[in-house]
Each structure stands twice: as C-alpha cells, then as structure tokens.
C-alpha cells in the first residue's frame, strides 16, 4: 500500500473499529484507541514531508489501479505542492480535535471518535484524488460524518444546522456531477483529472464549466453571498465538528477552484475573474463589518473565517504568483488560527456553558495561562506580524496591488476591520476586571487543554516565524499551475 493510501485508509480503518465498539462503558478505552489512530495517521503523514521533492511539479507519490473499468474510473492518487500541506494539516488537526474531545465528549464517545477518524481520511482523499469520480466519492462522502457530528452532538437547533449544512452542500455539488459527466464525454472516456485540464475547450463549454464548479465550490468556501449557512452550522456544532469545519472542510471548496475552475476553463476563469474578485471584496470588507457586531463568539469568528476566506480566493483570481501562493499560505495558516479560536470558545463554553461576549469580562484575572494562548491566537487572527495569519495575508496583498493598486488597497481594509472585531472581542471577554460569579469560579485550563492549544500555538508561530518551508514546497507547482491558466484553450 502506498503512502497516500495509507494516509486516506489508517484514520478510517481505526474509526470503523471505533464505531463496531460500542458501549459507553468502554469510553476509556475508545479515548485511548482514537488517540492511537489520530497519532498513528499523523506519523503515517511524516514521509510525505522528508520524501517530497520540492523542485518539481509533477504528482508524486502516485497510485493508480482500476476501480470501476466499464466507465474507466480509477483509484488515482498523487500529490503536488499545491495539495501537500492539506494532507498534514488534516492529519494534525484532527489529532488535535481527538485531544480536545477527551473530557468533553461523555456520550456515544466510540461514534463521535469514530466519525472525526473517518471525515479525516475521507478529506485527505479529496486532496489527493486525481480521478474525477473519486475526487467526488471523497467530496460527497465527507458530508455524511460532518452531518451526524451536527445532528448528533450539536446544540438545540442541531438538527435544522445539519438539514442546512447537508442540503446546500448537496444542492452546489450536483451541478460539478453534471460538469463531470460532460468532461467525461468530451474526453472521450476518461475521469482523468490532469487530461481534462488539457482538452480543448470552446468558449461556451467554459462558461458552463467554470459555474458548474462555481455552484459546488463557492458554497463550500463559503463565498458570499452563499455564506449563510455558516454561522448557523458553527453555533450549532460541537467544538471539535467547528473547529474542523473552519480549519478543513472550507479549503475543499477553495482547493476545488485550482484543480478544476482555473485549470479546466482558464478563459472562462479569466473572464469572469472581475465577478470572482468582486465576491471577495465583498466578504472580506461587508462581512468583516458584520463580524464586529455579533454579541455570540462563534458567530463572530464564523464571520471572521467567510472574510478571511474571500482573501483566498482574492489572491487565486488575480492570476500572480504571491496571489495564488498567499491564497494558499492563507488557507494553510486560516486552518491552524481559526481552529485554535474555535478549540478556546470551547474552552470557556465548557465552564460557562454560554457563547455570549456579554458572559464574560476579566476571564485574564482567573484564566491567565488561558488568556495567553487566547492572545496569541487573537493576534494571529488580526494578521500581526510573526504569527501565522501575517503571511499569507501580507502575500495576497502584495499580489494584488500588483495586480491593481486600488485592489490592494481594498484588500488591506481587512486587516483593519479584523483587528476591530478580534481585538473587541478579547476586550469584553479577558481584560477588565471580574465581571460575574461565573468568570470568579473559572479555572485554567487543565494538562490536556494546555497541551491541545500549545500544539496549535508551536504551529502559529513556526509559519509566522520561519515561512519558508511552508512556500519552498508550492512555488514550483504554483509557477506551473500559472503557466497553465495563461495559455488560452481557445
């Protein structure tokens, strides 16, 4: 079995065995066993790190066997450096959601596990699928954990989230079906992702192509204006199925635009990029100005992940290196930084059992071990130099006044209204003096919580500090990526 095999199948092989175990009897034992499978998964990733060869862009690690040979659909696998960090930051996050659910999940412990093991792999395998088919099995497939995480372990309007989050989720993906069936047809008989990216394509097919795929990506980022069911989806889920969704599944929509949207339909792509970067302005300033005046936590930082997303895909459709590479660095550091910010709402939703700013007040005076970790991530979600949320914000800024100077300028407004709604937030919950009985009996955060926001803390800083390692393994795959979207199929 090869390394992206094992990858994709060791987090779902431990969480099927999670889930035939059963009883809430044996929780103990299913914490451990899920800890096995999350750091067995991780470990299992490492070799992709020491084994892959920066100075290329071709897939590596390649598997390819046939899976359904009447319709030529394969079990096709690879990495490139564009894909490559999404692959370990699934495997880190969901140890660190494992971690984090240790104390706080105390019913159906084995399904909870089992579920996050299994949308892990499932994840993986839409990062690393080079068939079009399997690509979708992957896409599609993840909704099924995600769904039962909701509707099982969420708060009181679980099961309205679940529907929401399920049916727009379905609904944008069955029209990248149909764009699917048509490049299968087109191709002549083949799901082959890297020949679809090559065959020449009319102006029209391109048009219809590129929001087909729209219809299935735009949702998931979320972009505006199809962002709704974010925040109503965040509040309802638990800390881990929140933490997940913004650290992950948002970069499945995002990763969608590269290997399908710009490569397949590069015309279409550049033709209708005004359109695509007008969406991004838009969440980033509008929405950004709706995150500041959310009184609920999560709601806040849901709003906060809409606008940092529309910074990914800002960079993507200025059609430059420090754009699409800063889009990417973004996504990567979005991932650690908003499922820190989720990890600490949990944190005090824990103690307090509310999400309510107004809840809270001088959590610094009986948290303080807590409210550093908190400022660090807050500092990280304004973008401040030396942590993670700097680079790739400071990338696609770069890259978009190169593009257009007024762009850049736009762009640069989040920074201001991200500090304005973090830094408020942190205000009314950690600093001043002791608001309630409530925050008076806090207690700070114990081993496991120090342990689980000090992995995310390490990784913070490491990608604010020393970058480089982070956009040495995607310039050369980024360089290719753009000499492909620049020359016209038509």
């Known amino acids: ?72 659909v394969n079990y096709h696998l690879g990495l ?60 599609e497939a993840t909704l099924i954990p995600m769904y039962l995480i909701i509707g099982i372990w969420g708060g009181p309007n679980k099961i309205y989230a679940a529907f929401k989050f399920f049916l727009y989720t ?29 065959l020449p394509l009319g102006a029209s097919a391109q048009t219809l192509l590129f929001f087909a795929f729209f219809a299935a990506f735009a949702v ?24 997940v969704l913004a650290a992950i599944m948002l ?31 838009i969440a980033v300033i509008y929405v950004g100005l709706v995150a500041m005046v959310q009184q609920d936590m ?25 754009g699409v590479a800063g889009g990417i660095v973004q996504m990567i550091a979005h991932g650690f930084v908003s499922g820190a910010m989720f990890l600490c709402i949990g944190v005090l939703y824990d103690r307090v059992h509310s999400r309510e700013i107004a809840s809270y007040g001088g959590v ?33 800024i770069l890259g978009a006044v190169k593009a257009n100077f007024w762009l850049g300028l736009g762009a640069a407004t989040a920074l201001i209204f991200g500090a304005a709604y973090t830094l408020w937030m942190f205000k009314r919950v950690y600093l001043g003096p002791v ?14 919580e120090f342990l689980m926001l000090g992995m995310l803390a390490v990784a913070v800083l490491v990608m604010g500090v020393y970058p480089k390692p982070f956009t040495d393994v995607m310039n050369v795959s980024v360089a290719e990526f753009l000499k492909h979207v620049a020359a016209s199929k038509l």
């Not at 610094?364 to 973008?383: D, E, I, K, R, Y």
Request: net charge neutral; with cysteine.
């Open 1 to 72: 079995m090869g390394l992206l095999s094992l990858a994709i199948w060791t987090p779902i092989a431990f969480g099927a065995v999670l889930l035939a175990l059963g009883r809430d009897d044996q929780a103990r034992s299913v914490r451990w066993l899920a800890l096995v499978g999350a750091v067995v998964s991780f470990l299992v990733t490492i070799p992709l790190y020491t084994r892959f060869d920066t100075s290329t862009a071709a897939m590596q690690f390649v598997e390819k066997a046939p899976w359904i040979d009447r319709f030529a």
């Open 80 to 139: 490139d450096g564009i894909s490559f960090w999404f692959v370990l930051l699934t495997a880190f996050i969901s140890l660190v959601v494992v971690i984090s659910a240790w104390e706080v999940i105390t019913e159906r412990v084995n399904q909870y596990m089992g579920a996050f093991l299994i949308l892990s792999g499932l994840m993986i395998g839409v990062f690393c699928a080079l068939d079009g088919i399997l690509f979708y099995v992957f896409f």
């Open 170 to 198: 379905l609904l944008g993906s069955l029209l990248m079906l149909i764009a699917l069936v048509f490049l299968y047809t087109k191709s002549g008989g083949s799901f082959d992702i890297a020949v679809w990216q090559k």
């Open 220 to 243: 998931k980022v979320p972009m505006w204006p199809v962002h709704t069911w974010l925040p109503d989806v965040h509040v309802e889920a638990p800390t881990g199925g929140s933490a």
């Open 251 to 281: 970069k499945l929509g995002a990763y969608g635009f590269l290997r399908f949207s710009m490569p397949i339909a590069p015309d279409a792509a550049r033709e209708w990029a005004w359109l695509m970067i007008a969406l991004s302005l």
């Open 298 to 322: 999560k709601k806040l930082v849901a709003y906060s992940s809409v606008a940092h997303m529309g910074f990914v895909t800002l960079g993507f459709f200025i059609f430059n290196d420090l």
């Open 364 to 396: 610094v005076n009986t948290m303080p071990n807590f409210t550093a970790f908190a400022l660090l991530f807050s500092m990280a979600n304004c973008g401040l130099p030396a942590t993670a949320g700097f680079v790739g914000e400071w990338m696609v």
């Open 435 to 448: 608001a309630n009985d409530h925050v008076r009996e806090l207690t700070d955060i114990n081993p496991r």
